[in-house]
C-alpha cells in the first residue's frame, strides 16, 4: 500500500511539472482579443478624425456656397471679377471699358478698389 501512494504522489509532482511547461492557450486568446480591441480603438479613432475633417470641409464649403450664391448672382459681380482679370492679363482700362460695356470711370473704380488684390 506504501508503494501505491509513493507511485501516486511521484506521478501527481509530474502532472504538475508538465502543467507548467503545458501552453496556455488561454492566455495566448486573451493577448490576441486585446490586440484586436487595440487595434479597432486605433481605426475608430482614425475614422473619427477623418470624419470631423471632412465635416469641417463641408461646412466651411457650405458656408462658401451661400456666400457666392447671392454674390454670383449679381451680374455687377461677375462683371468686376471679369475686369480685374483681364486687367491683370495687361489689357488697358479703355479695352477694358470697351469690352465689357461699361464706362472707363467704373472700370477704374473697380481696379482702384482692388489694388491689394491686383499686387
Given at each position: 500500500?506504501?508503494?501505491?501512494?509513493?507511485?501516486?504522489?511521484?506521478?501527481?509532482?509530474?502532472?504538475?511539472?508538465?502543467?507548467?511547461?503545458?501552453?496556455?492557450?488561454?492566455?495566448?486568446?486573451?493577448?490576441?482579443?486585446?490586440?484586436?480591441?487595440?487595434?479597432?480603438?486605433?481605426?475608430?479613432?482614425?475614422?473619427?478624425?477623418?470624419?470631423?475633417?471632412?465635416?469641417?470641409?463641408l461646412l466651411q464649403n457650405d458656408v462658401l456656397g451661400n456666400q457666392n450664391s447671392t454674390t454670383v448672382d449679381e451680374p455687377e459681380m461677375l462683371n468686376k471679377s471679369?475686369?480685374?482679370?483681364?486687367?491683370?492679363?495687361?489689357?488697358?482700362?479703355?479695352?477694358?471699358?470697351?469690352?465689357?460695356?461699361?464706362?472707363?470711370?467704373?472700370?477704374?473704380?473697380?481696379?482702384?478698389?482692388?489694388?491689394?488684390?491686383?499686387?
Amino acid at each position: 500500500m506504501g508503494i501505491v501512494i509513493i507511485i501516486l504522489f511521484i506521478i501527481s509532482i509530474a502532472l504538475i511539472g508538465i502543467s507548467f511547461f503545458q501552453r496556455d492557450n488561454v492566455k495566448e486568446l486573451e493577448q490576441e482579443l486585446d490586440h484586436l480591441q487595440l487595434s479597432a480603438m486605433q481605426e475608430i479613432y482614425k475614422l473619427k478624425k477623418k470624419m470631423r475633417v471632412l465635416e469641417e470641409e463641408l461646412l466651411q464649403n457650405d458656408v462658401l456656397g451661400n456666400q457666392n450664391s447671392t454674390t454670383v448672382d449679381e451680374p455687377e459681380m461677375l462683371n468686376k471679377s471679369r475686369v480685374i482679370s483681364k486687367y491683370k492679363q495687361g489689357m488697358s482700362m479703355d479695352a477694358i471699358a470697351l469690352s465689357e460695356n461699361v464706362k472707363l470711370e467704373e472700370v477704374k473704380s473697380i481696379v482702384e478698389r482692388n489694388e491689394r488684390v491686383l499686387t
